[in-house]
């Protein structure tokens, strides 16, 4: 990398972990009891182009590439990761799509404002009957004249309730099975799109999911993001790199989890002495660190293999499973060293370890993750 891109890069890491210190950290317990965000945190996100991060210069946003998109999330990673999420899902698997896979008249017309963070950005596959068996998606789209006419359900669409862009996955053609299924780009206000009730989460709050509902919605044909019956390699693509900004900020609350833990140990007497003297304390601690770093050094790898070029299927999937899995393991133990306090909501570490809980579900659980790594490495070798 280029010495004046490593330069700009720790840049905005620095900006990065201010506004995470000193802005996002003391909304955070607001955050988690309102289980919204405050409006001028979206506004500071704005103004710092967090929204447009991996969005291309010449549609007005940063244009970071896949190691610089990491470098960023993992610090935001630090904080609350309900209000990250608004970000990550429309800088991630809300945008990649139109990025990367959209005709130049769609990225024209909808990359300005999304790069902005005036246009809020969602990604819908998943409904109830294909969640991870994502073929079977029971939401139709049927051509008329120049229209696409889509009809059904998505559930759990993360920004459901505040998008304004949509990337819809739909089958228009079921009996093509993976291959006849189409991405759409679905703006909020077309005829049709209905917004369904907001799901209420065990943790990461203030980041919104709902059930986004199509009833003939109309799709002007232009709106086919790449080409039709491309839609799953679409799907898997958006994904892939989604779960590589997943793993970073996972890797991100991991750090942070340690800091406190190794903090919160020096300072909490036991038996007469500090618990961090204790070589059980010592040896969580060591293995919280280990395993954490051996999670950056897997998610990074897969982004530098975005940023060469080359697939990452197979190493996103490694990168996301196993930093997700990390996340829980080092959560637990954050609660662990925290005795009781780590129970109490008084310590961030109780919100971590809820929030640490949905990362080895969503954008494909660990099971799917090991399915998709397994499958890589049989037909490998
Ligand atoms: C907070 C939240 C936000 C989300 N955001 C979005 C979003 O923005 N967009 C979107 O499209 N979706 C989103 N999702 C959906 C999410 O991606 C799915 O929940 C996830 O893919 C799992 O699907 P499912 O819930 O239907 O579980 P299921 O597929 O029903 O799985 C249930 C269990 O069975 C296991 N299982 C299933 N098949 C197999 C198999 N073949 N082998 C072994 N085990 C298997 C799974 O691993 C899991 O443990 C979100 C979900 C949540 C909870």
Request: aromatic share 6%; with cysteine; glycine share 10%.
């Amino acid at each position: 990398m280029p010495a004046t891109m490593v330069n700009e890069l720790d840049q905005m890491k620095t900006m990065i972990r201010n506004f995470v210190e000193n802005e996002i950290d003391p909304c955070a317990q607001q955050i988690e009891d309102e289980d919204t965000i405050p409006q001028h945190l979206v506004k500071k996100a704005k103004e710092l182009g967090l929204f447009g991060m991996s969005i291309p210069e010449e549609y007005g946003g940063i244009g970071l590439n896949a190691v610089g998109k990491a470098i960023v999330l993992e610090q935001l990673g630090r904080t609350h990761n309900g209000y990250v999420s608004l970000i990550s899902a429309h800088t991630g698997i809300g945008s990649t799509g139109l990025v990367k896979l959209a005709s130049e008249t769609l990225k024209q017309k909808y990359l300005p404002d999304m790069a902005a963070g005036n246009k809020i950005a969602a990604f819908a596959l998943s409904e109830p009957g294909a969640g991870s068996d994502a073929t079977n998606l029971s939401t139709k789209a049927v051509k008329q004249g120049d229209k696409w006419i889509l009809n059904g359900m998505k559930h759990f669409i993360t920004n459901g309730p505040v998008a304004d862009i949509f990337t819809v996955i739909a089958s228009n053609d079921k009996s093509k099975g993976a291959k006849g299924i189409t991405a759409f780009l679905v703006e909020k206000d077309f005829p049709g799109l209905i917004v369904g009730k907001r799901d209420k989460k065990m943790g990461l709050k203030g980041s919104y999911t709902c059930q986004i509902l199509f009833e003939d919605c109309e799709v002007p044909e232009e709106n086919v993001i790449g080409e039709v019956g491309m839609g799953y390699v679409s799907a898997l693509k958006i994904l892939g790199e989604g779960r590589i900004g997943l793993a970073a900020r996972a890797v991100g609350s991991c750090e942070k989890l340690i800091e406190m833990s190794a903090s919160y140990a020096k300072e909490r007497v036991q038996f007469g002495k500090p618990i961090a003297s204790n070589q059980a304390i010592q040896w969580m601690l060591a293995d919280m660190a280990t395993e954490t770093e051996a999670a950056r050094t897997l998610m990074m790898k897969a982004a530098e293999m975005i940023d060469e070029g080359k697939k990452v299927i197979k190493e996103a999937s490694m990168a996301k499973l196993f930093a997700s899995e990390v996340f829980n393991r080092v959560a637990d133990k954050a609660v662990q060293i925290h005795g009781g306090m780590g129970y109490v909501s008084d310590y961030p570490v109780e919100r971590f370890y809820r929030d640490a809980r949905i990362t080895k579900i969503y954008e494909g659980t660990s099971e799917i993750q090991r399915m998709i790594i397994s499958r890589h490495i049989l037909a490998e070798n």
